[in-house]
């Protein structure tokens, strides 16, 4: 997790107090961070950013979260190059672990165990960062190439002229492929 997004966007939630049944904590981005997000994102803007975590106390000082994100963007087409506004709505899970615990960065064999299960986000302290955390999560939700809704290639563009001795298969191309 980035310093500069817990510098741009803070919400610390002490750990003192979270057990095993969930502990609720809804928090919302001012519109100067939300500003400051943008740019640090390379977004025209974000007009909304809210989170709401659910936190429960697993084990060994490993929390567990719910978090459900939404936001509302402004993001360039990567087609039109006009900027348009999109709402995100995003749920996921995600596992707060002691960075005491966290073990040496060594090769893991990656499987669909390690695939499937929580992001684990090490912390310090007796306190998380739940505003850059919320930050953290809507810049891995963005759009890499965001299309604004009914944009569309000119025509023409990516085909090329089929040549060779394939070409006689063509006609045979089921539709999709």
């Known amino acids: 997790m980035s310093d500069e997004m817990s510098e741009i966007f803070s919400r610390r939630m002490k750990l003192g107090g979270i057990a095993t049944a969930p502990v609720t904590r809804v928090i919302a981005a001012t519109a100067a961070e939300c500003a400051a997000l943008a740019a640090l994102f390379g977004l025209p803007a974000i007009a909304a950013l809210e989170g709401e975590f659910a936190v429960s106390h697993e084990r060994g000082g490993v929390l567990l979260a719910a978090v459900k994100l939404s936001a509302r963007v402004t993001q360039i087409c990567v087609v039109t190059l006009e900027p348009f506004e999109t709402k995100i709505s995003e749920s996921t899970k995600l596992r ?82």
């Open 96 to 177: 707060f672990v002691p960075a005491a615990k966290v073990r040496e960065a060594e090769p893991q064999v990656l499987d669909a165990e390690t695939l499937d299960g929580p992001d684990e986000i090490p912390y310090n302290g007796e306190a998380i960062d739940l505003g850059a955390v919320l930050a953290e999560q809507l810049a891995l939700t963005l759009d890499p190439y965001p299309r604004k809704p009914g944009a569309k290639l000119p025509e023409g563009y990516g085909e090329e002229d089929i040549s060779g001795p394939f070409a006689a298969l063509l006609p045979f191309r089921k539709p999709g492929d």
